[in-house]
């Protein structure tokens, strides 16, 4: 039954339009993977470059996913730029990807709660804050939910629906149910600090750095940890979320990470795969 997800069985509700405003890292590929899941997706941002940057990058997606010149032809006219935000009273979702702050985020998503149906979802991808923070700033509180997207998107089968105190059951079930029409899998967690998966992945990670302090070798913490069956050892995990990433967690999570390697490495540039180097040196 986890394995199939927490959808729940009978929703006649068949979502098929989504807005989708913030168009970074995030955004921009939540907005592809729904279009290649057969929504139909504007996508806003405060920089226009962003939105058009945002929609070149999923050409690659769309080669993958769809075999003929007219598929992808198709899946490109559904993925619109909406540098005003036409696409909010129409869409049955709305998920909001910008900057981690709380203060835009409220004013942001008020201004967008106004302008949507009834009836339809609307989402943060947050990953530090709480869902009952950003919901404060909203006329309709028990409206919000949260649909934590992984990095990246693309590869990540995972998205936390996040309940906060005052969600409404129904906005939380129609989440879940979005998240299994674009074939992902819902997992149904409370708004806590790191929700569920970073709450039990920072403490394994923080605690292979801990074990590097003290002079182990990050060779041998990894391929331990590969022996006994994880896909890849904690520090290679780190190195692949990111470094400023895992120390952002780390502050929300409350584990003390002064003065140590991470914080060096952050300090210095060092962020991992998508700098080149991290704990690891990558090509
Ligand atoms: P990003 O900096 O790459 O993109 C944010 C985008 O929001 C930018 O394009 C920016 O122009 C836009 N923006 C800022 N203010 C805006 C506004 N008022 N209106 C419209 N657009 C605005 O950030 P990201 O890494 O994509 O993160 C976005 C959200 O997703 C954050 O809440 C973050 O916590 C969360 N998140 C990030 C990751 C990750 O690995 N990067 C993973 C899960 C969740």
């Known amino acids: 039954e986890l394995l199939k997800g927490q959808a729940p069985k009978k929703l006649a509700w068949r979502p098929s339009r989504v807005h989708v405003i913030g168009a970074g890292t995030m955004g921009a590929d939540i907005a592809g ?103 404060a700033g909203l006329p309709d509180p028990g409206r919000l939910i949260g649909l934590h997207f992984f990095n990246p998107v693309a590869l990540m089968p995972l998205v936390e629906v996040v309940r906060g105190s005052q969600t409404r059951e129904e906005d939380v079930k129609r989440g879940a149910a979005f998240v299994t029409a674009i074939d992902k899998f819902p997992l149904i967690t409370k708004s806590v600090p790191g929700f569920l998966v970073n709450r039990v992945l920072t403490p394994y990670m923080f605690g292979a750095m801990v074990r590097l302090e003290h002079g182990e070798d990050k060779e041998r913490i990894d391929e331990a940890a590969r022996a006994f069956g994880m896909p890849m050892g904690p520090i290679e995990l780190a190195d692949t979320v990111g470094l400023d990433v895992c120390a952002h967690v780390a502050h929300i999570l409350k584990f003390s990470s002064e003065g140590s390697k991470l914080d060096r490495l952050v300090a210095e540039g060092k962020l991992g795969k998508k700098s080149g180097e991290g704990f690891y040196v990558w090509e």
Request: proline content about 3%; aromatic content about 2%; overall charge positive.
């Open 33 to 135: 993977w729904c279009v290649a899941r057969g929504m139909e997706v504007t996508l806003q941002d405060v920089s226009p470059e962003q939105i058009t940057k945002g929609i070149a990058a999923q050409g690659k997606l769309f080669a993958r996913k769809f075999k003929t010149k007219a598929q992808r032809d198709a899946a490109k006219a559904r993925l619109i730029a909406d540098p005003n935000g036409e696409g909010i009273a129409r869409a049955d979702v709305v998920i909001e990807a910008i900057v981690e702050n709380l203060a835009i985020k409220q004013k942001v998503l008020s201004e967008i709660e106004a302008k949507m149906k009834p009836g339809a979802v609307l989402a943060t991808n947050t990953s530090s804050l709480l869902i009952e923070d950003i919901a």
